[in-house]
């Protein structure tokens, strides 16, 4: 048996090696999602097509009447069928709640590290409101503002994945005792961006989402500024300082150079912070 160290060691070459090489086994986008996707596009698409592909899912459907009927949405009347969800919230609504739903009934599924997922769930879901309503507030151009900030840490369910499957695969060169939930969230930590520019790829997301996810920790480069990146940073900040985040360290908005350079002052910071927490909070009760 070797020693945690030895094991640690070995591990994380492990998972530099199949990041170097692309040899990770990343899935596929979840069908459903792919196809709203490709519908959205579509300059004549309908709501009665759209109401019959999400129908095909009964899951998803179901999931998705449940959220248009939280407070976060809930207008006049009860929303009791697709048909009805996507008149009140519109295409585009939909089409981020569908990508929503599916990768988290999807993506972020572990037994093994059931705690977690849920946490680097509920922090996607949180960063996703967030990104969108502070582009409402503030302005910015990141075209895709909901997914920006629900799938910048998409790499973290992943490695996660990998870990869990190393472990089942080879258990004596990786025994699962020695995986600690501390040592997953430093190899999740190190890998997770890079590994999200894989899933990118792989899912042919547009170039300026592809660039929220690989650069949200680093998105001033030598005094440029990417846009998309620097909307999932400071989505991700906010979410974290609203207590919807994985165990990151928490920093406050107000004094961030990210918060600053996206053209928050800190007094505004401090102003809409509760308002988000409530509202992200509420959203993210509706997904469970
Ligand atoms: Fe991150
Ligand atoms: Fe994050």
Redesign the pocket.
């Known amino acids: 048996m070797q020693t945690p160290e030895a094991f640690k060691k070995t591990l994380k070459q492990e998972v530099a090696r199949r990041v170097r090489d692309g040899q990770l086994e990343l899935p596929m986008l979840p069908h459903i999602a792919q196809q709203v996707l490709l519908l959205a596009q579509k300059p004549d698409a309908s709501v009665r097509e759209m109401a019959n592909l999400i129908e095909q899912d009964q899951y998803i459907a179901g999931r998705l009447i449940s959220v248009a009927n939280s407070p976060v949405y809930y207008g006049l009347h009860e929303v009791s069928n697709v048909q009805r969800a996507i008149m009140m919230l519109g295409l585009r609504v939909v089409t981020d709640l569908i990508f929503s739903v599916s990768v988290g009934a999807k993506i972020y599924r572990n037994k093994q590290f059931e705690g977690l997922m849920n946490e680097l769930w509920r922090?996607?879901v949180a960063?996703a409101y967030i990104a969108q309503d502070l582009t409402q507030r503030f302005g910015g151009t990141s075209e895709h503002a909901f997914l920006c900030g629900l799938m910048?840490?998409i790499g973290?369910p992943l490695i996660v994945d990998t870990l869990t499957d190393l472990t089942k695969r080879h258990p004596e060169e990786f025994p699962a005792a020695l995986l600690s939930d501390e040592f997953v969230r430093e190899i999740l930590d190190e890998f997770h961006a890079p590994v999200g520019g894989l899933v990118a790829r792989r899912w042919k997301f547009p170039e300026s989402l592809s660039a929220a996810i690989v650069f949200?920790h680093e998105p001033l480069q030598d005094g440029q500024v990417i846009e998309p990146a620097l909307l999932?940073a400071v989505?991700?900040i906010f979410?974290?300082a609203c207590g919807l985040?994985?165990r990151?360290t928490v920093r406050d908005p107000a004094t961030h150079p990210f918060t600053k350079a996206f053209g928050i002052t800190a007094e505004q910071a401090a102003r809409v912070l509760p308002e988000l927490e409530a509202n992200a909070t509420m959203f993210v009760d509706a997904f469970l």
Do not use: M, P
């Open positions: 922090h996607a960063s910048h840490d973290k949200h999932a989505a991700n979410s974290h985040g994985d990151d």
